[in-house]
């Protein structure tokens, strides 16, 4: 097992015109499931190759533990074979040939383990991932969900040092996804195997890392816990990635009342609490960009506690609640709700919860409260 860290990564495709990574400072703690999260083409496939070894960056040193495996300027590059280190691609390709049991054996066959520990290794890796009763037949014979266990499983029995995982459950559909999820995260935890896990899919992200790390362009937009990102985005970019659906934001003018701090917008009116009025002293008579999430919006009983008047516009069952698409002015806001009366095209009134407003510059986009 063996953290992974990055001082200064920077790599180009095209001789220095353009960096795909920026001088990237990252560390993967021992034993950590990490997600590389980020939209396409942000360069998280590219940062993953410079763990592996199949690319060599213009500049920076990556450490699997203690080894320098990775510094161009020092002439140290370690081959990715002697990296040990175990990858999954969306596309993997299991040899047809053979048996799963063969799939599975091969690579330790390769590598002259002994056979009595090849077959325990496959035996128990097998039993996690619960593919015993398929062990004799060859991929043509298993259903998507299947191939991808025994793919992940082939990679698993090296004992690597380092798990890294592209995109692996994109082929696969939605229920299965969540299944082998699910069995992934489990396996990985028990196995204590230092993870990394790329990604654009937030709910992926959500619900599978102890750390993630959300790039865009090239560069860290911020890291932590996936609480630390939700529940405070470090800007609007964080926001509106995590989340689904995505975060409403509405471009308010601070306004100071009677002493007290308000935003104001066509679509919205809110007071804040006296921590966010605190944040926005310096802003008043400028405007900032409000964030709530849909959860963080509920009807409120009378007009006057009222922050949004709107009418309901549509609504989607989620089966214990409604997604409701509300529309003021020109902009559709929606929240989530748990009254199941809750009529289309009537009027409502909503209300935030002022504890969880998200305040952001409105240039920069960077969080303010
Ligand atoms: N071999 C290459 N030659 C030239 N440009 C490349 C090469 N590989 C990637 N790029 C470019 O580098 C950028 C980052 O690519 P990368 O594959 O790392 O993105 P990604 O975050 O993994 O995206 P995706 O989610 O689509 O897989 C992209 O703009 C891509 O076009
Ligand atoms: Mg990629």
Same mark, same amino acid.
């Given at each position: 097992?063996?953290?992974?860290?990055?001082?200064?990564?920077?790599?180009?495709?095209?001789?220095?015109?353009?960096?795909?990574?920026?001088?990237?400072?990252?560390?993967?703690?021992?034993?950590?499931?990490?997600?590389?999260?980020?939209?396409?083409?942000?360069?998280?496939?590219?940062?993953?190759?410079?763990? #592996?070894? %199949?690319?060599?960056?213009d500049?920076?040193? +990556?450490?699997? @533990?203690?080894? $320098? &495996?990775?510094?161009?300027?020092?002439?140290?590059?370690?081959?990715?074979?002697?990296?040990?280190?175990?990858?999954?691609?969306?596309?993997?390709?299991?040899?047809?040939?053979?048996?799963?049991?063969?799939?599975?054996?091969?690579?330790?066959?390769?590598?002259?383990?002994?056979?009595?520990?090849?077959?325990?290794?496959?035996?128990?890796?097998?039993?996690?991932?619960?593919?015993?009763h398929?062990?004799?037949?060859?991929? #043509?014979? %298993?259903?998507?969900?299947?191939?991808?266990? +025994?793919?992940? @499983?082939?990679? $698993? &029995?090296?004992?690597?040092?380092?798990?890294?995982?592209?995109?692996?459950?994109?082929?696969?559909?939605?229920?299965?996804?969540?299944?082998?999820?699910?069995?992934?995260?489990k396996i990985?935890?028990?196995?204590?195997?230092?993870?990394?896990?790329v990604?654009?899919?937030?709910?992926?992200?959500?619900?599978?890392?102890?750390?993630?790390?959300?790039?865009?362009?090239?560069?860290?937009?911020?890291?932590?816990?996936?609480?630390?990102?939700?529940?405070?985005?470090?800007?609007?970019? +964080?926001?509106?990635?995590?989340?689904?659906?995505?975060?409403?934001?509405?471009?308010?003018?601070?306004?100071?009342k009677?002493?007290?701090?308000?935003?104001e917008s066509?679509?919205?009116?809110?007071?804040?609490?006296?921590?966010?009025?605190?944040?926005?002293?310096?802003?008043?008579?400028?405007?900032?960009?409000?964030?709530?999430?849909?959860?963080?919006?509920?009807?409120?009983?009378?007009?006057?506690?009222?922050?949004?008047?709107?009418?309901?516009?549509?609504?989607?069952?989620?089966?214990?609640?409604?997604?409701?698409? +509300?529309?003021?002015?020109?902009?559709?806001?929606?929240?989530?709700?748990?009254?199941?009366?809750?009529?289309?095209?009537?009027?409502?009134?909503?209300?935030?919860?002022?504890?969880?407003?998200?305040?952001?510059?409105?240039?920069?986009?960077?969080?303010?409260n």
């Open positions: 097992m063996a953290s992974i860290t990055f001082n200064n990564v920077s790599v180009s495709y095209d001789r220095g015109k353009t960096k795909t990574l920026k001088d990237l400072s990252l560390e993967v703690k021992d034993g950590e499931f990490c997600v590389f999260l980020g939209p396409s083409g942000c360069g998280k496939s590219t940062a993953m190759h410079c763990i #592996a070894g %199949l690319l060599k960056p500049s920076g040193e +990556v450490y699997i @533990g203690d080894q $320098l &495996v990775t510094a161009m300027e020092k002439k140290v590059f370690v081959q990715p074979q002697q990296r040990n280190i175990a990858m999954v691609f969306q596309e993997y390709a299991l040899y047809p040939n053979m048996t799963v049991r063969k799939n599975m054996s091969f690579g330790l066959q390769t590598l002259k383990v002994d056979k009595a520990e090849i077959e325990k290794r496959v035996n128990y890796m097998a039993k996690m991932l619960s593919i015993e398929l062990m004799e037949r060859k991929p #043509a014979e %298993l259903s998507g969900g299947q191939r991808q266990r +025994v793919a992940l @499983g082939r990679a $698993l &029995v090296r004992d690597p040092n380092v798990f890294l995982l592209d995109e692996p459950l994109g082929n696969l559909d939605a229920k299965l996804r969540e299944q082998v999820r699910y069995e992934l995260k990985q935890s028990e196995l204590g195997v230092t993870t990394v896990y990604t654009h899919d937030q709910t992926e992200a959500m619900t599978m890392a102890d750390h993630i790390i959300l790039m865009r362009d090239g560069m860290i937009m911020q890291e932590g816990t996936p609480s630390d990102l939700y529940d405070c985005p470090n800007n609007v970019f +964080v926001a509106s990635f995590l989340g689904t659906p995505q975060i409403n934001l509405f471009d308010c003018r601070v306004v100071q009677d002493g007290r701090i308000f935003l066509p679509e919205i009116t809110t007071v804040v609490e006296d921590k966010d009025a605190a944040a926005l002293k310096d802003y008043t008579g400028k405007e900032v960009t409000l964030g709530i999430r849909p959860s963080d919006l509920s009807i409120a009983e009378n007009e006057s506690d009222a922050a949004i008047k709107a009418a309901i516009d549509s609504m989607e069952l989620l089966g214990d609640a409604y997604l409701v698409y +509300v529309r003021t002015g020109n902009k559709v806001v929606i929240f989530k709700n748990t009254d199941l009366n809750t009529k289309l095209n009537s009027h409502i009134f909503l209300k935030p919860d002022l504890s969880k407003l998200h305040l952001f510059e409105k240039e920069k986009g960077d969080r303010i």
